[in-house]
């Protein structure tokens, strides 16, 4: 299509340049002198007026010279042409100021007087042979001092000749055709003995009469009109002027000039005069032609072809010139995408075999599967998948942004690397003074004892609010059947695979519930059975923190809280910190969840509970065992890590070594606990719930950013794997996050 | 992870118990040195620490409850958890935190 447009736009152009072209060779068919006259005459229309009208000055004159003026110059016979050039060269040369007037006022005045003298008819000139032409030409040129002259003396000394007695043709008919017909016949004839003229005295020829031409000349009226001329004539005139020279003319290397206008036109005649100097064997003496001058004129014409140019013939011809480049440019462009694409693709490739060799590197240590990264990335569609403010901020899911801003998700930065590795020297370092202990375990959270924890996700829930929130947010099918919950919180474990005190030991997997829990759990519908899980989970990890409304436990322990509510169940399950019951949901998980449904459930837990710079002691532990657990492994649980909040997760923490409290500062201890946060101002709480700083001046560009990576993390997309209620929890806590961003921004009250 | 709180025959939920128990000289785990005793009671004596410590003491106790989830086809152990939970293992059944 864009071909095709092309190609239409280069329509006119090509015309206009087809144009130009065709003025162009029909000047280089012009002799020099006739050019420079062209040159001379239509230059300064050029400048006044553009190329345009340079171009149909130049075309005018060659039409015109083509049809009137080599109507008459053209029909001539080659011998009137022969002497019409000689006589005009013999005055211009004798004369007093020689010079382009006195060679165009010559020929006009012989051809005025040609045309009005008698054609010869008779006797035909064809039946003298080359040599006895071209001697009587010679002759006759010698004797005439017109055209007219040359023209009878021609027709005399054929007569004498051929036919005595022969006489002109007085009557005035055109005898042109005839005389074409002899021109040709003896081009015909010339072609072959040009290379040996003959020599014919010049005693057997008379000179004309002058007063016989005086007379015809008195008697003759102007017989031939230029639309008189046949297109056969004309056919049978160009034939000997294209390739011959008259015997015995003295041209040497070229014909005879037969495209030599004598216009009526002054200026064009002088053109014809150059061009027959040109011809003359002079010409032989000119100089070369300059080639830097002809490239000089050839530039000169293609700059006034260019500025010639309309408006849009300069655009297509601009389009013509600039698409090559273009295309180089895109070209460029597109081989740099393609390095830098292959260079990512590089990158990639080395996070992959960095991903798998720490799998291995686990895999070898523990002899099993430690889960792999190839969890696909379902951000890319994350714009459609938010309503409202996100779906209005949808930079705000920009993914490299995020990654560049935070250091990188794929390449931790300097900082959080150099981190992790003073980590590891800690945990090398406790290793060492731990005996019975396990090497590898300890960690802090920051090195430099600069706080980490800036708030808590669910500050606003916690307390008062958190268990009352949490509840109804996790509430959104409520009324749907359960199985009995208090029937089966009634009933006892039977046994559990804690019973088993010996490490080395390997024992089978539980594959039945050891719990009431896990019996009640298995009681319900299959649909029912995941989110009753996952909620076991997220009360789990909340309650765990102590991030329940203390009547709402004192509630729940006494009287077990509405009788049928299964989320009172699990919320009293947790409170009573059943263990076995802990343990009979992660089973349920590991045995029904699929691999997709683990990761998420993992991601959901951040989302709803770990708030960034602000994973407790305890949401580290309990993720890093369930990533385990669900056979993911900690790589890929780091990894979800950065995705989600931009940087490293910190390692395991040993909260049994004073060395690595020590590396915890009191002020990030504090923001571990949500129920102080709750106390902080509000806006307080609102930089904690987006990750920010929580002392200093908030820019625009550090909330929004803050409200990115949040807003990133409750993407439905990452929970696709999961019910709707889970996507529902993740949508609630992505207004939580609105809601500080705006306030932070002071879009809102 | 070291069990401070069994090892120091404390009920960790029990403030008022720690204290007292860190307050009692004569409570000295046989498997300890001094330098020891005295780094777990400096680190006992936040109550920050302490109610962190508490809270992992919990998951630490779910974790052995579950650990056979690790025996599992499809699970990882990065962290060799089974060496981890030796001083939690509890009796089937019990709640060692309930109030």
Same mark, same amino acid.
Not at chain 1, 1 to 15: D, E
């Given at each position: 299509?864009?071909?095709?447009?092309?190609?239409?736009?280069?329509?006119?152009?090509?015309?206009s340049?087809?144009?130009?072209?065709?003025?162009?060779?029909?000047?280089?068919?012009?002799?020099?002198?006739?050019?420079?006259?062209?040159?001379?005459?239509?230059?300064?229309?050029e400048?006044?007026?553009?190329?345009?009208?340079?171009?149909?000055?130049v075309?005018?004159?060659?039409?015109?010279?083509?049809?009137?003026?080599s109507?008459?110059f053209?029909?001539?016979s080659?011998?009137?042409?022969?002497?019409l050039?000689?006589?005009?060269a013999?005055?211009?040369?004798?004369?007093?100021?020689?010079?382009?007037?006195?060679?165009?006022?010559?020929?006009?005045?012989?051809?005025?007087r040609?045309?009005?003298?008698?054609?010869?008819?008779?006797?035909?000139?064809?039946?003298?042979t080359?040599?006895?032409?071209?001697?009587?030409?010679?002759?006759?040129?010698?004797?005439s001092?017109?055209?007219?002259?040359?023209?009878?003396?021609?027709?005399?000394?054929?007569?004498?000749?051929?036919?005595?007695?022969?006489?002109?043709?007085?009557?005035?008919?055109?005898?042109?055709?005839?005389?074409?017909?002899?021109?040709?016949?003896?081009?015909?004839?010339?072609?072959?003995?040009?290379?040996?003229?003959?020599?014919?005295?010049?005693?057997?020829?008379?000179p004309?009469?002058?007063?016989?031409?005086e007379?015809?000349?008195?008697?003759?009226?102007?017989t031939?009109?230029?639309?008189?001329v046949?297109?056969?004539?004309?056919?049978?005139i160009?034939?000997?002027?294209?390739?011959a020279?008259?015997?015995?003319?003295?041209?040497?290397?070229e014909?005879?000039?037969?495209?030599d206008?004598?216009?009526?036109?002054?200026s064009?005649a002088?053109?014809?005069?150059?061009?027959?100097?040109?011809?003359?064997?002079?010409?032989?003496?000119?100089?070369?032609?300059?080639?830097?001058?002809?490239?000089?004129?050839?530039?000169?014409?293609?700059?006034?072809?260019i500025?010639?140019?309309?408006?849009?013939?300069?655009?297509v011809?601009?389009?013509?010139?600039a698409?090559?480049?273009?295309?180089?440019?895109?070209?460029?462009?597109?081989?740099?995408?393609r390095?830098?694409?292959?260079e990512a693709?590089?990158?990639?490739?080395?996070?992959?075999?960095?991903?798998?060799?720490?799998?291995?590197?686990?895999?070898?240590?523990?002899g099993?599967?430690?889960g792999?990264?190839?969890?696909?990335d379902?951000?890319?569609?994350?714009?459609a998948?938010?309503?409202?403010?996100?779906?209005?901020?949808?930079?705000?899911?920009?993914?490299?942004?995020?990654?560049t801003?935070?250091?990188?998700?794929?390449?931790?930065?300097p900082?959080p690397?150099?981190r992790?590795?003073?980590?590891?020297?800690?945990?090398?370092?406790?290793?060492?003074?731990?005996?019975?202990?396990?090497?590898?375990?300890?960690?802090?959270?920051?090195?430099?004892?600069?706080?980490?924890?800036?708030?808590?996700?669910?500050?606003?829930?916690?307390?008062?609010?958190?268990?009352g929130?949490?509840?109804?947010?996790l509430?959104?099918?409520?009324?749907?059947?359960?199985?009995?919950?208090?029937?089966?919180?009634?009933?006892?474990?039977?046994?559990?695979?804690?019973?088993?005190?010996?490490?080395?030991?390997?024992?089978?997997?539980?594959?039945?519930?050891?719990?009431?829990?896990?019996?009640?759990?298995?009681?319900?519908?299959?649909?029912?059975?995941l989110?009753?899980?996952?909620e076991?989970?997220?009360?789990?990890m909340?309650?765990?923190?102590?991030?329940?409304?203390?009547? @709402?436990?004192? /509630?729940? *322990?006494? &009287?077990?809280?509405?009788? =049928? %509510?299964?989320?009172?169940?699990?919320?009293?399950? $947790?409170?009573?910190?059943?263990?076995?019951?802990?343990?009979?949901?992660?089973?349920?998980?590991?045995?029904?969840?699929?691999?997709?449904?683990?990761?998420?459930?993992?991601?959901?837990?951040?989302?709803?509970?770990?708030?960034?710079?602000?994973?407790?002691?305890?949401?580290? @532990?309990?993720? /890093?065992? *369930?990533? &385990?657990?669900?056979?993911? =492994? %900690?790589?890929?649980?780091?990894?979800?890590?950065? $995705?989600?909040?931009?940087?490293?997760?910190?390692?395991?923490?040993?909260?049994?070594?004073?060395?690595?409290?020590?590396?915890?500062?009191?002020d990030?201890?504090l923001?571990?606990?949500?129920?102080?946060?709750?106390?902080?101002?509000?806006?307080?709480?609102?930089?904690?719930?987006?990750?920010?700083?929580?002392?200093?001046?908030l820019?625009?560009?550090?909330?929004?950013?803050?409200?990115?990576?949040?807003?990133?993390?409750?993407?439905?997309?990452?929970?696709?794997a999961?019910?709707?209620?889970?996507?529902?929890?993740?949508?609630r806590?992505?207004?939580?996050?609105?809601?500080?961003?705006?306030?932070?921004?002071g879009?809102?009250? | 992870?070291?069990?401070?709180f069994?090892?120091f025959?404390?009920?960790?939920?029990?403030?008022?118990?720690l204290?007292?128990?860190?307050?009692?000289?004569?409570?000295?785990?046989?498997d300890?040195?001094?330098?020891?005793?005295?780094?777990?009671?400096?680190?006992?004596s936040?109550?920050e620490?302490r109610?962190?410590?508490?809270?992992?003491?919990?998951?630490?106790?779910?974790?052995?409850?579950?650990?056979?989830?690790?025996?599992?086809?499809?699970?990882?152990?990065?962290?060799?958890?089974?060496?981890?939970?030796?001083?939690?293992?509890?009796?089937?059944?019990e709640?060692?935190?309930?109030?």
């Open positions: 299509m864009s071909l095709c447009l092309l190609l239409a736009g280069l329509l006119p152009l090509t015309g340049l087809a144009q130009a072209q065709s003025v162009d060779e029909r000047l280089e068919s012009l002799s020099r002198a006739e050019r420079e006259y062209v040159g001379r005459h239509c230059l300064p229309k400048y006044e007026e553009g190329a345009a009208a340079y171009r149909d000055c075309s005018t004159a060659l039409d015109a010279r083509s049809t009137r003026a109507v008459i053209d029909t001539l080659f011998d009137d042409r022969y002497a050039q000689e006589v005009c013999e005055r211009e040369s004798t004369g007093p100021d020689g010079g382009d007037g006195r060679m165009q006022a010559c020929m006009d005045e012989q051809i005025s040609l045309v009005d003298a008698p054609e010869p008819t008779t006797p035909d000139p064809g039946a003298l080359p040599s006895e032409r071209r001697d009587l030409a010679d002759r006759c040129t010698t004797a001092n017109s055209v007219a002259a040359y023209r009878r003396c021609m027709l005399d000394g054929a007569s004498d000749v051929a036919l005595p007695g022969a006489m002109a043709n007085v009557d005035g008919s055109p005898a042109v055709s005839s005389t074409a017909e002899v021109s040709t016949a003896e081009f015909s004839s010339a072609d072959n003995s040009v290379v040996d003229p003959p020599v014919i005295a010049a005693a057997e020829l008379a004309p009469s002058e007063s016989v031409i007379l015809a000349q008195a008697e003759t009226t102007d031939l009109p230029e639309t008189d046949s297109p056969a004539l004309e056919e049978s160009a034939a000997p002027d294209s390739d020279a008259p015997s015995g003319a003295p041209l040497t290397n014909e005879p000039a037969p495209n206008d004598p216009d009526s036109d002054e064009i002088t053109g014809n005069e150059t061009s027959v100097a040109s011809d003359s064997p002079d010409d032989a003496g000119l100089p070369p032609p300059d080639i830097r001058q002809r490239a000089s004129d050839a530039l000169a014409r293609l700059n006034l072809t500025a010639g140019l309309k408006g849009i013939e300069r655009v011809l601009g389009t013509a010139v698409l090559p480049l273009l295309l180089i440019a895109a070209w460029g462009l597109t081989r740099g995408s390095a830098r694409a292959a693709r590089r990158y990639e490739d080395s996070l992959s075999v960095r991903n798998h060799q720490l799998s291995n590197r686990l895999r070898e240590k523990t099993r599967h430690t792999d990264s190839s969890y696909p379902e951000y890319d569609d994350r714009q998948a938010l309503t409202g403010d996100a779906a209005a901020l949808p930079d705000l899911f920009d993914d490299r942004e995020h990654h801003a935070r250091g990188g998700v794929d390449v931790p930065s900082e690397m150099q992790a590795k003073s980590e590891r020297d800690l945990d090398v370092t406790l290793d060492a003074t731990l005996p019975n202990d396990i090497a590898g375990s300890a960690s802090v959270n920051d090195e430099q004892g600069v706080p980490v924890d800036e708030g808590d996700p669910l500050d606003d829930v916690v307390g008062e609010g958190f268990a929130s949490l509840d109804t947010s509430d959104v099918r409520k009324g749907m059947p359960s199985k009995d919950p208090r029937a089966a919180d009634r009933e006892t474990p039977t046994t559990s695979t804690a019973d088993s005190a010996d490490t080395s030991a390997k024992p089978s997997p539980v594959t039945v519930p050891l719990s009431a829990f896990g019996r009640w759990i298995e009681s319900n519908d299959e649909r029912r059975r989110e009753l899980a996952i076991f989970l997220i009360y789990w909340a309650y765990g923190d102590e991030r329940y409304d203390p009547e @709402t436990r004192s /509630r729940l *322990l006494a &009287d077990g809280g509405n009788d =049928g %509510d299964p989320h009172d169940l699990i919320k009293r399950r $947790v409170l009573e910190q059943d263990i076995n019951a802990f343990a009979d949901t992660v089973r349920w998980l590991q045995r029904n969840a699929n691999e997709l449904q683990r990761i998420q459930i993992l991601d959901l837990l951040m989302v709803l509970l770990v708030s960034d710079r602000a994973m407790s002691p305890l949401q580290n @532990t309990l993720l /890093r065992y *369930l990533s &385990d657990a669900f056979g993911l =492994g %900690d790589a890929t649980l780091e990894e979800r890590h950065e $995705v989600a909040f931009g940087r490293p997760m910190s390692t395991l923490p040993r909260v049994d070594l004073m060395a690595w409290w020590n590396r915890v500062s009191e990030e201890l923001r571990w606990d949500a129920r102080t946060v709750m106390q902080l101002d509000p806006l307080d709480q609102y930089r904690s719930q987006l990750g920010l700083p929580m002392d200093g001046t820019d625009e560009a550090q909330i929004v950013e803050g409200f990115r990576w949040a807003a990133r993390r409750c993407h439905p997309h990452r929970f696709d999961l019910g709707d209620r889970e996507r529902s929890l993740a949508e806590q992505y207004s939580k996050f609105e809601e500080a961003r705006d306030r932070l921004l879009v809102t009250a | 992870m070291r069990n401070l069994a090892r025959g404390i009920d960790g939920s029990d403030i008022s118990h204290e007292r128990a860190l307050a009692d000289s004569a409570v000295q785990p046989a300890m040195t001094p330098a020891e005793v005295e780094e777990v009671q400096t680190l006992l936040g109550v620490r109610k962190h410590l508490s809270r992992l003491h919990l998951q630490y106790q779910a974790i052995a409850a579950s650990i056979d989830t690790l025996d599992g086809a499809d699970a990882c152990d990065s962290h060799r958890w089974r060496k981890r939970i030796v001083e939690f293992e509890v009796e089937s059944g709640r060692p935190h309930s109030p």
